[in-house]
C-alpha cells in the first residue's frame, strides 16, 4: 500500500503532540512494508529527506502568528508543493492529521485530487475552535459560538475560517478519526457525526525499559519523592496546579520536575515556586528527548497531567502508564476515559488543589500501593493503548476505504 501522510510539523521539527502521533504511524507502516510519505512544513527552504525507510518532503512555510486563522483555509505558499509531492507519490490513500496552521485544510482537496481516499485525524477541536478551548477554563459544552471567537480572537478573528473548514471536510474527506470519545463528543455537537474513536498508542515493550537511576543521575537528583509533568510548560498543562498541589501535599520532600519548553513562562513558574514555599523542589530540565524522558517515567514516583483545558488526549499518560508509573489526571477532556479514577492513578479536577495534594501524597507515601497502579497501568496499555493496535485497526480502516473507492 502506498500511504501519504499530512502533518503540519513532522519531528524532529516539533516535539510532541500530533506530529509525534504522525511519525510512530509512519514508521510502523513502513516496517510492515508500506511505502509512506509525509509531506510536512518547516520554517526553512523545502527539502527532501528520509526518516529511516519513511519518506519526507518539508516544505517552507512560515508567517506572522496573526494570520493562523486565514492561513488555516489555505496557504498558498505550500500548495503547489503539496500538490506535486502527492501526484509523484501516486497514493493509495491519503491521512491528514494536523493541517490548521501550515498545509492548511485546502490541501484536502488537492489530496482528494489524487483520486485516493482521503482519512482525516482530528487531534484537537481546530475543526471548529481556533484555540482548543483554552479560553472556557474546561467549563465548556463544547460548541462553538461565532462571538465568543470574536471576542477571544479579536483582530485575528476569521469569520469564514470555520465555513471554509467544514467545506473541506465535507467535500474531501471520506473518513474521520477521532482520537477519543471526549473529542468525538465535541465534534458531534459541531457538525461533525460519524467520527471513529482511534486512540492514540505506543510502544508498550519500549517504554517499559527506562532507567529511573540513569535520569537521577543526569539531573543530580537523589531517590527522593518525585512527581513529573511531561508537557510543554503552561497553565494550561496544568504547570501551575502541579506547582500548588506540591506545595499542599504532605511529603515535604517530594519534587516536581516539570519538562518542556517555554523559556518566557519558566521564569513567572520559578516566581511562584517561591512564593509557595518549594523553589527548591521545582526543577526545570528543559524538553526531554526520548530515551530521557523514558528513564524519568522510571525515575518518578508518579506522573501528573492536570491540565486545565478539556485536553483531548494526553499522551504522557499512556507513555507513564506503559512504563508502569501511575497518573494523576485532569477530568477535564479525555483524562477519565484513559485513566479510570482510583485503577492506573486518578482523575481530579485541576482546580481542586486539595484533592491533587491528596492523590499525590498517597502515591509517593505507600510504595506498594503505587506498584499496585502502576501495573494496573501497564496492563490496560496492553490492552487498549498500544501502537500495533492503533496500527492494525487503521490499515484496515483503509483497506476498507479503497475498496470502496
Known amino acids: 500500500m502506498r500511504i501519504a501522510l499530512l502533518a503540519d510539523t513532522y519531528p524532529p521539527a516539533n516535539r510532541g503532540g500530533a506530529g509525534v502521533v504522525a511519525q510512530r504511524l509512519a514508521r510502523a507502516f513502513a516496517a510492515r512494508g ?29 508567517y506572522p502568528e496573526r494570520f493562523r486563522n486565514t492561513v488555516a483555509m489555505m496557504n498558498p505558499a505550500v500548495l503547489g508543493g503539496v500538490r506535486r509531492a502527492l501526484t509523484d507519490f501516486r497514493p493509495d490513500v491519503v491521512h491528514a492529521h494536523n493541517v490548521h496552521q501550515h498545509l492548511s485544510f485546502a490541501s484536502l482537496e488537492a489530496a482528494a485530487a489524487t483520486g485516493a481516499p482521503v482519512a482525516y485525524t482530528a487531534h484537537d477541536f481546530l475543526l471548529f475552535c481556533c484555540i482548543k478551548f483554552i479560553c472556557s477554563g474546561g467549563r465548556v459544552d463544547f460548541r462553538q459560538r461565532w462571538f465568543n471567537c470574536a471576542k477571544c480572537q479579536r483582530f485575528r478573528w476569521n469569520p469564514a475560517r470555520n465555513t471554509a473548514i467544514n467545506r473541506q471536510m465535507t ?17 458531534r455537537a459541531n457538525g461533525y457525526g460519524g467520527a471513529e474513536v482511534m486512540h492514540n498508542g505506543v510502544d508498550a515493550e519500549w517504554w517499559a525499559k527506562g532507567d529511573g ?37 504532605r511529603n515535604s520532600e517530594a519534587r516536581l520536575v516539570i519538562a518542556g519548553d517555554n523559556p518566557r513562562y519558566a521564569p513567572k513558574l520559578r516566581q511562584m515556586a517561591q512564593e509557595l514555599g518549594v523553589g ?47 497518573v494523576i489526571a485532569s477530568t477535564l477532556g479525555a483524562g477519565p476515559e484513559i485513566v479510570p479514577d482510583g485503577e492506573t492513578g486518578f482523575a481530579v ?54 475498496a470502496a473507492a
Do not use: C
Not at 54 to 59: E, I, T, Y
Not at 220 to 226: A, T
Not at 284 to 299: I, K, M, N, Q, V
Open 171 to 187: 467535500s474531501h474527506v471520506a473518513h474521520v478519526f477521532v482520537i477519543s470519545e471526549a473529542l468525538q463528543t465535541a465534534l
Open 349 to 402: 479536577h485541576p482546580d481542586d488543589t486539595m484533592g491533587l495534594a491528596d492523590r499525590l501524597s498517597l502515591v509517593v507515601e505507600d510504595p506498594a500501593f503505587a506498584r499496585e497502579l502502576g501495573e494496573a497501568g501497564r496492563q490496560r496499555v496492553t490492552r487498549w493503548f498500544t501502537l500495533d493496535r492503533q496500527v492494525e485497526r487503521t490499515l484496515a480502516r483503509y483497506e476498507a476505504l479503497i
Open 213 to 249: 537511576t540513569r535520569f537521577w543521575a543526569k539531573l543530580g537528583l537523589d531517590d527522593s519523592p518525585l512527581a513529573l509533568l511531561a508537557a510543554r510548560v503552561s497553565r494550561e498543562k496544568g504547570a501551575e496546579a502541579a506547582l500548588h498541589a506540591l506545595a499542599k501535599a
Open 280 to 326: 527548591e523542589r521545582l526543577i526545570l530540565p528543559g524538553w526531554l528527548d526520548a530515551d530521557t524522558l523514558r528513564d524519568a517515567y522510571h525515575a518518578a514516583d508518579v506522573t501528573l497531567a492536570p491540565s486545565t483545558y478539556p485536553d483531548p488526549f494526553n499522551l504522557t499518560l499512556i507513555e507513564s502508564m506503559a512504563a508502569g508509573t501511575p
Open 34 to 62: 508500506h511505502d509512506v510519505l509525509v509531506v510536512t512544513t518547516w520554517p526553512d527552504a523545502a527539502t527532501e529527506t528520509t526518516d529511516g525507510p519513511v519518506q519526507v518532503q518539508r516544505l517552507q512555510s512560515s
